[in-house]
């Protein structure tokens, strides 16, 4: 009997293995939506654009954008973990709200490691130290010694509670021992214009919005903190040639599923976001707006990269007491 | 010169006039459907811009931002729902007109007037983009704080005759906008432990509930089912209508471009203060509240005005002052175009093609809205039954698509309720929603500034945009008090007269 039951199981098993199979060498048959969980034309949005265009012609295919804001992207985030796991929802999601949200939220709807199939990074967006034109220094050294000669003197704008640039610069400060006021805005363009306006005086902020500034000589960029300089502004040290290598921060992009996605289904779509990633007219148009072609992709190198993510921030936002909701 | 040759290149040699005209109605139809705003119009676009060359897609998503913010009059007028924010002050007198059977004349006001504001918006954009550029950085927190103080005080003559009850009316409003994630510190405020509620309640839900919902429940008290018998014609203003415009197109004009400079803005502000103003010079305040002519054409220069005039900090800076410039800044990202100055030497033909698609999309509207006009005034003189049950099916789709939220449609709904009870009670809506609008700016404004100042009040003194924005306010009450108390008092004295 107990035979009878096992082969019956293996004989199901096998079955359900075949039909997801046919089910992934058929996909995708209908357009694919894809939940972005902030505004149209911010950093996620333009970066998901660019990558899926791409994708559409691989998997013969539109994928769509939702563009689903709020709570910091974890409505979105939520909505997406919640869809029925058939590849015809996907999500693009950040270090925000699968790096930081977990400490950041202590009623977050879901666990950015178990309720998702990870598919693939997508970029790198890197992070750097900017500060207003007018500030008498010029390097991150010069800088770190300005913000603690005068603890309280150098405002440090950024774009909302737990959002990158506010995260980010926690990261930053916290290393060097200070903790200048914190003024937020709602959302980094207004506080990346303050900067401009020299109304505060410091400010961390992935580069793609900024690179013009920068260009432009409307606001410094101390030091970039990844470990190789942009070509979108080659002149910015690395933080590590800029004697703090232990700051290194990326506003990272990545394609995720609901949880119980057909695993041919995420490894179909983690392949188009390779094929991606390699088209020279894509990798471009990432490296114009400040963005980095990952160096791993994958479902596994996202899955060791959200775990370690949310290693590194969730102390740093505990100590500095930050709450999101 | 240059520039010139770059103009006719694109004119004749590509089909710029083609994608002009494709975004312009595009817009229109997106902006004039209750819930969907103008970005989400242009968002919905971006896909298909995808393959295009860069100049084609930037004229397609700026020509459909000109439509939408034309197109959001539509409902205003018609079935007082306005289609984005910066139409809600086009409900006072654009519904009050259709109100008359004079709807044809109202969408005829508010297309010649949008056509005069975008005109002058883009005029500046071409003329003055340097010079201008830098208001967005002269303005501060605590400019903001002002502006928005200013904005306020509109609500001192949006009383209807009862200060009190107009001031208790702007209570509520700043109070719904206290909803949501506290913008400074990030504790959630009167959210009863609801995730909808997080990202506070969105001025659009409050505006269609309190305009549009309370008017078909008010309907739905009153006997009768045939429609209202006017002409379907649109009616462009005549030349002596034009003339009398003027003043009011003027104060739309000055207003939009400043709203259109300042990041945060958005329309609406331009809008109501524009509508006060041409109140307060208009040889004929009366009629304002009453179906005026001016009362439809100073908001929708305005709001006109301010999406041309957005470009130039978007141009010059990157940076975006609304939601709809964003996306054109998504947009120009998308297809590898840094904004900035750069942008003007690098790229001149998409800068001269964005000028270009931008003046003809404006001409067009002209024509569009003659044609396209007459179906949505036909559309609303059905039988009022079956109008009401399309109208109460079309926003509530609307509110639904925002974010496929229910509980959008929940608070829409509740706010209907609010916005009956209020108007069977004599209270005035516009207070509200001007709290709902700019509660958030003010108070935003107000703690970002004693942040930087390290709780110093007198940062605000120290600004003069401020500072001559704080005196404006003040001197706006004033007069506003002044006048609603010799009203008062010369109709006591009529009444003892008589």
Redesign the interface.
């Known amino acids: 009997m107990r035979m009878r039951n096992s082969f019956a199981a293996m004989l199901a098993a096998a079955a359900l293995t075949a039909a997801t199979q046919v089910l992934a060498q058929a996909y995708p048959t209908k357009p694919i939506n894809v939940i972005v969980p902030y505004a149209a034309g911010g950093n996620t949005d333009v970066v998901a654009r660019i990558v899926l265009e791409h994708m559409g012609q691989t998997l013969g295919q539109q994928l769509t954008v939702e563009n689903i804001g709020g709570a910091g992207g974890t409505t979105g985030s939520n909505r997406a973990a919640k869809a029925t796991p058939d590849g015809y929802t996907i999500l693009v999601g950040q270090m925000g709200t699968h790096g930081a949200a977990p400490a950041l939220y202590p009623n977050l709807p879901y666990n950015p490691l178990t309720d998702f199939e990870h598919v693939s990074q997508l970029s790198d967006t890197p992070i750097a130290v900017f500060g207003k034109k007018t500030l008498p220094v010029n390097t991150l050294q010069e800088l770190i010694a300005l913000i603690k000669a005068d603890p309280g003197k150098l405002n440090n704008g950024h774009g909302g509670v737990g959002s990158t640039s506010h995260v980010s610069c926690l990261l930053f400060t916290s290393m060097i021992g200070a903790r200048p006021p914190q003024v937020a805005y709602r959302g980094s363009g207004p506080a990346l214009n303050d900067l401009v306006a020299g109304v505060h005086d410091v400010m961390c902020d992935q580069i793609p919005h900024t690179v013009p500034q920068v260009i432009a000589g409307n606001i410094k960029a101390f030091a970039i903190a990844t470990p190789e300089r942009s070509a979108a502004i080659p002149n910015v040290p690395t933080t590590a040639e800029a004697g703090m290598p232990q700051f290194v921060a990326s506003g990272w992009n990545a394609m995720f599923a609901p949880k119980g996605t057909p695993k041919p289904i995420v490894d179909k779509l983690a392949a188009a976001v390779d094929s991606a990633l390699k088209n020279p007219a894509t990798r471009k148009k990432l490296e114009d707006i400040g963005a980095v072609v990952p160096a791993k992709t994958g479902p596994d190198a996202l899955r060791s990269l959200v775990a370690s993510e949310i290693e590194k921030w969730t102390p740093v936002i505990k100590a500095a007491g930050v709450v999101g909701n | 010169m240059h520039s010139l040759g770059i103009a006719f290149d694109l004119l004749f040699g590509s089909p710029i006039i083609l994608y002009s005209i494709i975004g312009l109605i595009w817009g229109i139809i997106g902006g004039s459907l209750p819930g969907i705003s103008a970005?989400?119009t242009?968002?919905l676009l971006?896909?298909f811009t995808?393959g295009m060359a860069p100049v084609q897609a930037i004229v397609l998503l700026a020509c459909t931002y000109i439509g939408a913010e034309y197109g959001g009059s539509i409902p205003a007028i018609l079935i007082r729902t306005p289609g984005t924010n910066s139409a809600a002050a086009t409900v006072i007198d654009g519904y009050e007109m259709k109100r008359q059977g004079r709807a044809g004349e109202a969408l005829g006001i508010s297309l010649w007037s949008g056509v005069i504001g975008s005109l002058f918006g883009l005029l500046m954009l071409i003329m003055l983009t340097e010079p201008l550029s830098w208001v967005?950085?002269?303005?501060?927190?605590t400019s903001y704080f002002a502006l928005g103080i200013l904005g306020l005080s509109v609500i001192a003559s949006m009383t209807n005759g009862s200060l009190l009850k107009g001031l208790a009316a702007a209570v509520v409003g700043l109070m719904i906008a206290t909803i949501g994630?506290d913008?400074?510190?990030?504790?959630?405020r009167f959210t009863f432990g609801s995730?909808e509620l997080?990202?506070g309640v969105e001025p659009v839900l409050i505006m269609i509930g309190v305009f549009a919902v309370s008017e078909l429940m008010m309907q739905s008290g009153s006997k009768g089912l045939g429609g209202v018998s006017e002409q379907v014609r649109v009616r462009l203003p005549s030349l002596s209508m034009m003339n009398r415009l003027k003043r009011s197109q003027f104060i739309g004009c000055l207003l939009g471009t400043f709203e259109g400079l300042t990041?945060?803005g958005g329309g609406s502000i331009a809008a109501f203060l524009s509508y006060n103003e041409a109140r307060r010079w208009s040889k004929e305040p009366e009629k304002f509240g009453k179906g005026s002519e001016e009362g439809v054409a100073a908001p929708e220069t305005a709001n006109n005005t301010v999406a041309s005039a957005a470009l130039i900090?978007l141009l010059s800076?990157?940076?975006?002052s609304s939601?709809s410039t964003?996306?054109?800044?998504?947009?120009l990202?998308?297809h590898?175009l840094?904004?900035?100055?750069?942008l003007f030497e690098q790229n001149a033909d998409v800068v001269v093609g964005l000028y270009l698609g931008s003046f003809i999309a404006t001409l067009a509207q002209i024509l569009v809205g003659i044609l396209l006009l007459p179906v949505c005034v036909w559309l609303v003189n059905r039988p009022r039954a079956y109008l009401a049950g399309f109208i109460l099916a079309l926003i509530l789709s609307g509110i639904f698509t925002l974010?496929?939220s229910l509980a959008d449609l929940g608070i829409a709904l509740g706010m209907g309720l609010v916005g009956y009870l209020m108007r069977r009670a004599g209270y005035p809506l516009l207070p509200l929603i001007l709290g709902v609008v700019l509660g958030h700016m003010v108070e935003?404004s107000y703690r970002?500034s004693l942040?930087?100042s390290?709780g110093d009040h007198t940062i605000f003194l120290e600004d003069p945009i401020a500072v001559g924005l704080l005196l404006a306010s003040f001197v706006f009450v004033t007069l506003s008090l002044v006048r609603e108390f010799r009203d008062a008092r010369n109709a006591k004295l009529k009444d003892a007269h008589a």
């Open positions: 970005s989400i242009m968002a971006l896909p995808y967005a950085l002269a303005f501060k927190p994630t913008p400074i510190s990030g504790v959630t995730p997080l990202g990041p945060g900090p800076f990157g940076i975006p939601n964003a996306v054109l800044l998504g947009g990202l998308i590898g840094l904004p900035g100055p750069r974010n496929t935003s970002r942040l930087l390290g």
